[in-house]
């Protein structure tokens, strides 16, 4: 049944087919609210950073289409005019990554994370980082129960589908560490015992580029463990306009349902491993990969995880718009996201003031595409 959203309250309204651009009055407010045409499928347009494509495909709505189309509008009613950077979080979401926001506070990068847990049908956790947490705030910690005269395992936060990390960078280097089992394996080990964790597992991390006082920088064996650092950036004039009247009566958050389940977000993530990768792009992905660590101006090229990553996120990025096959284009879009926080410039280079994102740009328009037979 198609859903809309009332003018108004900001309420979801669910209406049959033939009350399709015609007015009604909200069941929640009451007040008169125009319902739009409603769409046999939706669909989802991601833009496009490169326009000039090697290829060209035909989009077909799938179960992966259908739930980012979902998705990506219901987080929209809430962190306005970003959803460049929304769709790159779902392709995180469906990638089985984890994501990194890192930007001045104040541009939603929270709210971010809350309203993509808001809509999925799923539990959350959040973890405010504090110089102060211990390890076992976040994976939690066996307590002596003297009923049983046994110890009982209390699950901390890590324990939840999708967990928040709020100002990551905080939080000291021993309890940053508690992080890495449960990013890279989904599980943790506590008095040895291992513990899995649900199924999806999402992290969204957050930290402040600008205020270094009193925090402790991610090593690169975490940063590694981050598919994509996106930033949100400030908003348009028209945008934080928008943003002022969706705040009026209430915060659009306070009113965001659930518009997918946990079971269609998995199916969603089983969906994206069946999208095709030719041989010829698997090859130009590694060449992109390869040249990062033979780059005269990069000490720190990048890892085995870094070529796995580019390679899930770009099945995602084609599953998401519908399609059944990734071409070069996906990886070349999808590469400066994923390799940003990955490379390390040599002391020299950064002397020069060499950018690193000049650096990655310069490796994308240098190596070789390869062509497509049709």
Not at 5 to 17: H, Q, R
Not at 28 to 50: D, E, M, W
Not at 282 to 289: A, H, K, S
Not at 334 to 352: F, M, S
């Amino acid at each position: 049944m198609p859903r809309s959203s009332c003018i108004a309250c900001k309420e979801l309204i669910d209406f049959p087919d033939e009350l399709s651009g015609k007015e009604v009055d909200c069941p929640v407010c009451g007040k008169p609210t125009l319902l739009p045409q409603s769409r046999a499928t939706p669909t989802i347009k991601i833009p496009v950073f490169n326009p000039g494509r090697s290829w060209a495909r035909e989009s077909t709505p799938t179960l992966v289409t259908e739930v980012a189309s979902k998705l990506i509008d219901n987080v929209e009613r809430v962190v306005v005019g970003k959803r460049q950077q929304v769709q790159l979080a779902t392709v995180c979401l469906f990638s089985e990554g984890h994501l990194l926001l890192e930007d001045v506070p104040g541009v939603a990068k929270t709210m971010l994370a809350r309203a993509m847990a808001q809509s999925i049908d799923c539990t959350f956790k959040r973890i405010q980082c504090t110089p102060d947490l211990l390890p076992n705030d976040v994976t939690g910690a066996s307590i002596f129960n003297p009923k049983t005269t046994d110890f009982e395992f209390r699950a901390g936060p890590v324990f939840a589908h999708l967990v928040l990390a709020d100002e990551i960078n905080r939080a000291t280097p021993r309890t940053q560490s508690a992080l890495l089992e449960a990013m890279s394996e989904k599980h943790v080990t506590v008095d040895g015992t291992l513990h899995p964790l649900p199924s999806p597992f999402f992290l969204i991390a957050t930290q402040n580029p600008i205020d270094h006082e009193g925090t402790f920088p991610l090593p690169e064996a975490q940063l590694d463990r981050f598919l994509m650092r996106i930033s949100l950036g400030y908003p348009e004039f028209a945008q934080e306009l928008r943003m002022l009247q969706n705040i009026q009566a209430a915060h659009p958050i306070d009113n965001l349902r659930p518009v997918v389940s946990a079971t269609e977000t998995l199916e969603a993530i089983a969906g994206v491993r069946s999208i095709r990768v030719d041989p010829r792009v698997q090859e130009y992905l590694l060449r992109i990969i390869q040249a990062t660590r033979e780059h005269e101006s990069i000490r720190l090229g990048a890892s085995p995880r870094a070529a796995l990553a580019l390679f899930r996120a770009a099945q995602a990025y084609a599953g998401i718009q519908g399609y059944t096959f990734v071409l070069p284009d996906d990886v070349k879009e999808l590469a400066p996201h994923i390799l940003n926080h990955r490379l390390l410039l040599k002391p020299e280079a950064r002397i020069r003031k060499v950018a690193l994102h000049t650096v990655i740009n310069e490796i994308l328009e240098q190596t070789p595409v390869p062509t497509l037979d049709r």
